[in-house]
């Protein structure tokens, strides 16, 4: 469809369970970390691209990429193929991603919102969704 298709918006989390007292930049690092993997994947339009480099460079992690972007992550702002992956992996109706990400990072912390934004909790998320990645393009063929 010609419309473009909103994954996720930090503000849509501030709202109704949004841990009191948290700051609000904890709303960016659950989509962040997938927009870093993105990223890494160069699987954002080339408007984009040059935003990447600090989180390539490290200098920046994916939530403040994410933030950067007013943390919005839009269907128009990806390749097709990373339209396609966000679709069937990210997209929080059908995918697999938070149910990953609580596995992985949440485990026994009181919310999504208390995973803390360092690189090795993206290396570790990382290595799950470049796993889910494989096996989805094993099923595109």
């Known amino acids: 469809s010609s419309e473009p298709y909103v994954y996720d918006k930090a503000d849509y989390h501030y709202g109704v369970d949004y841990p009191k007292g948290l700051p609000e930049d904890k709303a960016f690092v659950h989509t962040g970390m997938f927009v870093g993997w993105l990223a890494e994947h160069h699987m954002f339009n080339a408007d984009f691209e040059p935003d990447t480099r600090e989180f390539m460079d490290h200098k920046i992690t994916g939530a403040k990429l994410y933030e950067l972007w007013d943390g919005c992550l839009i269907s128009t702002m990806l390749t097709d193929e990373g339209n396609r992956f966000a679709w069937d992996y990210f997209d929080f109706d059908r995918g697999k991603y938070l149910s990953d990400y ?16 360092t690189w090795e909790n993206y290396d570790i998320i990382k290595k799950r969704i470049d796993q889910r990645y494989a096996e989805w393009k094993q099923q595109q063929k």
């Open 102 to 117: 609580q596995e992985l990072l949440v485990r026994k912390l009181p919310s999504p919102y208390h995973v803390a934004d």
